[in-house]
């Protein structure tokens, strides 16, 4: 062999192939593993390639040249060809002028008999064939019926066929009725009298036999009739197998559905594959043959599918849907190998890659013979089917690479995958339903009625089952709903948080823990002067417990958030990879499901605006800082709801002793009794009047006041625990100064955003909690003492001076006297309110004259404190 040739066999196997680095594969695969002769070779090739591209070079430089110099020329010949166009139309006007004027009149009127002796000749030939089938149709019945008699099935559908043809000549005609009649019962009778040996055939697999069938069949435009034939002899086996298992199948037979179904889709597949070779030999059509034994046979089913997935959730409950995503799966897996069985049909036989290319029908199969089965349409549809299913095959016609998505290819995809819908429409539900279940089951066990138990234990035991399971759901939205269920886990975890923490809150108010089991290890000898009962210390520890409890469970909720964020972003990711490049990268396995789920509920604003805030959080806006955006919005107002009832929980044990103090205060005698001008001295004689500067407080007042200035002592014992210092922010009447110096992290709903938030990162799920905010105990001491001052504050002029019947001028100026030692007190604490302001100022008007004065004020009118103590003073009725 020559070099040139040699050259030239490497040029053309390089021209041949589809893939460069397949065709330097196979040319260095044919050779010898010598490496000597390998570079050899190379080097050969390297040579060829060096020449091939100059002779291209070469061509297409000449080319060049010769289009550079036609292209002037060819604008020269156009315009030629133009004017030879119009000279030439201008001639063969004026010849057919010429010729019109130049024949005689007696060549005209020749001309015109015999163009009606030529339409009096084919209506003539068309009067003979209305004849001759006239005369065929008297005959028609005799000749069928005869053929039938001698099994010439073939014949008989023939001559069926032709009177078929001759139907529209008998349009708009009396007879039209009676011969269409005779048309039909003789089908009727062909078809009879071929059903059984058609049944035998196709039980028998005998192909050929079964083509010839078909031909007969479609002869006399009954195709669907065989399809029925066919499907219903070959789906039998299916059928029964299907219906031989009972709906409570677990109970009745101890074979649950989920084991049952792979079974049953594991010997359809059986009869897809068998099928796969057979259809081809007796239908033109297979791909759409094949769509229809799978349509025909999931229709057939009894009981239906969905009444299968309705008895599973009517025998396991809220549980079932584990089970369900069990059945998907399997679904799933069953459908994906149907679809390689579809693509092996389309692309083995020629007919149907011809159809699939020019986009028309095969040769030979006729639009009837494409039968289709309506059904239902979901109500959870969100734009219509058929519509969705031609947008999809339109928009995936547009690349050669990319398999044309045809009616067939959806029709029985939407009759496998329709019954989960509904199901994974009401995801959401059925989550929260799932996790309030399995949420039981795992704290059932708990010993949450014992009295003696340690309900913070129990909070903090809980909420490691809480968040446990709640990660489990993740894996369910994705596996039954691909991401689409992704606002309906959020709000199921939201809502599934907020209940948990509602419910112990509810048993934080009505129920405490033993003093046995809550007894502080610290000794508290230096406060009995507080006046505290052994009661009270419990519910005092029992409180403190609940709170760093609810810390701890801050920070796993935190950590379960950051969980759940990077599995929306993963989701995110996903469906932003499927948008930018459907072609490569879907959502969901199948194509079917990715349609039935796009034109679905799930795929809302709710899910776009949610997925869009995980990439904005991902790929923030310029001059823009990323933060990590908020889900657990009711889940997180729970937790500090929980922590606020705990906080005023422990402030009403704090209170306790210094309220019971306050009960008597407004039925004291000091109120109504009358002041003296004069004093008497020790031995009963009267004294020169003296002027009394100031009062001494209360006893009550003097003893309330104590038991506020021994509180910080109390807070020097509690001040350094973290639970005491978790969310300042919930506490009751905070003073906003107070927490000023507290940094600012705003990471909740309620008005003021508690504190320890931890920002994480949302790749990393597996990432620890920041440490917490560190406050000083002199800065949680303040806080507390000042939400203690407000609160007891609040209690006394909302529940206790209110009360009081009457003031007269010695006991409005005791009263003075007692709210002025107190609000010096309470300033101590840095309390501070413009209430008790408006007490003393009130209640320090001695002059009766100038009290009632001011009931005239309109502002004084609407004023509820001055109109307790005008009521009190007697200054109005």
């Known amino acids: 062999m020559s070099r040139n040739e040699s050259i030239g066999e490497t040029i053309q196997s390089l021209e041949s192939s589809d893939s460069l680095l397949s065709w330097i594969n196979d040319t260095l695969g044919a050779k010898e593993d010598d490496l000597a002769a390998l570079d050899q070779h190379i080097t050969h090739i390297v040579a060829a390639l060096d020449i091939a591209c100059e002779e291209t070079s070469f061509q297409l430089e000449r080319i060049i040249d010769d289009v550079s110099r036609g292209v002037p020329r060819l604008t020269y010949d156009l315009h030629f060809m133009k004017d030879s166009a119009m000279a030439l139309q201008s001639v063969l006007v004026k010849t057919q002028d010429h010729s019109v004027t130049s024949l005689p009149a007696q060549t005209n009127e020749t001309l015109e008999h015999l163009r009606t002796l030529d339409t009096v000749k084919r209506h003539m030939e068309s009067a003979r064939e209305v004849l001759r089938e006239a005369e065929s149709w008297s005959s028609l019945e005799m000749e069928v019926t005869g053929l039938l008699g001698e099994g010439s099935y073939a014949r008989a559908a023939e001559r069926l066929s032709e009177a078929s043809k001759s139907m529209v000549v008998f349009q708009n005609t009396p007879e039209y009725e009676s011969r269409r009649t005779l048309m039909v019962s003789l089908q009727n009778q062909l078809e009879a009298s071929l059903s059984s040996a058609l049944v035998a055939a196709i039980n028998t697999q005998d192909v050929a036999l079964c083509r010839n069938y078909y031909t007969i069949f479609s002869n006399i435009q009954r195709e669907s009739e065989f399809r029925n034939y066919y499907n219903g002899s070959r789906r039998a086996p299916l059928t029964e197998m299907w219906q031989d298992l009972p709906v409570d199948t677990e109970q009745s037979t101890g074979q649950s559905f989920a084991d049952f179904l792979p079974k049953f889709y594991s010997k359809f597949l059986t009869l897809l594959n068998a099928e796969r070779v057979t259809i081809p030999s007796v239908f033109p059509d297979p791909q759409a043959s094949l769509s229809n034994l799978i349509v025909s046979v999931l229709t057939a089913l009894q009981p239906s599918f969905s009444e299968r997935l309705a008895a599973l959730f009517e025998q396991y409950g809220s549980s079932a849907l584990a089970n369900c995503i069990t059945t998907l799966k399997v679904t799933q897996d069953f459908a994906v190998n149907v679809e390689k069985v579809m693509d092996k049909v389309k692309f083995s036989t020629p007919s149907v890659r011809s159809h699939v290319q020019d986009g028309g029908a095969a040769e030979g ?425 407000h609160s007891l504050l609040s209690y006394l002029m909302n529940d206790i001076l209110p009360k009081i019947p009457t003031l007269s001028e010695a006991g409005a100026a005791q009263l003075t006297s007692d709210l002025s030692y107190l609000s010096n007190i309470l300033g101590a604490l840095n309390v501070s309110s413009e209430d008790l302001g408006k007490w003393q100022e009130y209640v320090g008007l001695l002059d009766a004259d100038g009290g009632r004065a001011k009931l005239a004020d309109a502002e004084m009118q609407s004023d509820a404190i001055f109109q307790s103590v005008a009521r009190m003073r007697g200054w109005s009725s």
């Open 365 to 789: 199969v006729e639009p009837a013979a494409r039968e289709r089965v309506h059904r239902r349409r979901s109500s959870r549809m969100s734009i219509s089917w058929r519509a969705g299913s031609q947008r999809t095959a339109q928009g995936s016609a547009g690349s050669p690479n990319v398999n044309v998505a045809t009616h067939d290819d959806f029709e029985w995809g939407r009759e496998l995958f329709q019954p989960y819908l509904d199901y994974q429409v009401d995801y959401g539900k059925l989550e929260l339903k799932m996790l309030q279940e399995a949420f039981d089951r795992a704290t059932a066990n708990e010993d949450d009625g014992d009295a003696r138990s340690d309900k913070s234990r129990l909070l903090r035991e809980a909420a490691v089952d809480l968040f446990s399971i709640g990660e489990e759901s993740f894996a369910r939205c994705l596996n039954f709903t691909y991401g689409y269920g992704a606002v309906g886990l959020v709000q199921a975890l939201d809502t599934m948080i907020e209940l948990f923490f509602n419910v112990f809150a509810k048993g934080k108010q009505t129920g405490g823990t033993s003093p046995a089991r809550a007894q502080p290890s610290i000794s508290y000898d230096d406060f009995v002067d507080l006046d505290y009962s052994a009661q009270d210390w419990a519910a005092l520890q029992h409180s403190l417990h609940f709170l760093g409890a609810a810390r701890a469970i801050h920070d796993r909720l935190l950590v379960f958030e950051a969980k759940l964020r990077s599995t929306l972003l993963q989701i995110s990711s996903q469906f932003q990879m499927a948008e930018n490049d459907p072609i490569n990268f879907t959502v969901a396995p199948t194509k079917v499901q990715e349609l039935l789920l796009q034109q679905s509920l799930l795929n809302s604003s709710e899910l776009r605006t949610l997925l869009d805030s995980m990439q904005k959080q991902t790929h923030p806006a310029p001059n823009s800082s990323p933060s990590d955006p908020i889900l657990l919005h009711a889940g997180r107002n729970g937790l500090f709801s929980f922590v606020k009832t705990c906080q005023v929980s422990m402030q009403e044990t704090i209170l306790s002793p210094l309220r019971k103090q306050l009960q008597p205060y407004p039925t004291l005698s000091l109120w109504s009794a009358s002041g003296d001008k004069s004093r008497t001295n020790s031995s009963g004689i009267s004294d020169l009047q003296v002027p009394t500067f100031s009062l001494s407080p209360s006893e009550i007042v003097q003893k309330v006041s104590e038991g506020l200035l021994n509180l910080p002592r109390l807070f020097e014992v509690y001040a350094n625990d973290d639970a005491l210092s978790f969310s300042l922010e919930t506490l009751p009447y905070i003073n906003p100064d107070v927490l000023k110096g507290i940094p600012e992290e705003p990471h909740s709903e309620l008005p003021v955003p508690p504190r320890h938030i931890r920002r994480t990162s949302l790749v990393s799920i597996q990432a620890a909690p920041a440490p917490p905010v560190t406050l000083d105990a002199e800065t949680v001491s303040s806080a507390w003492l000042s939400s203690l001052g």
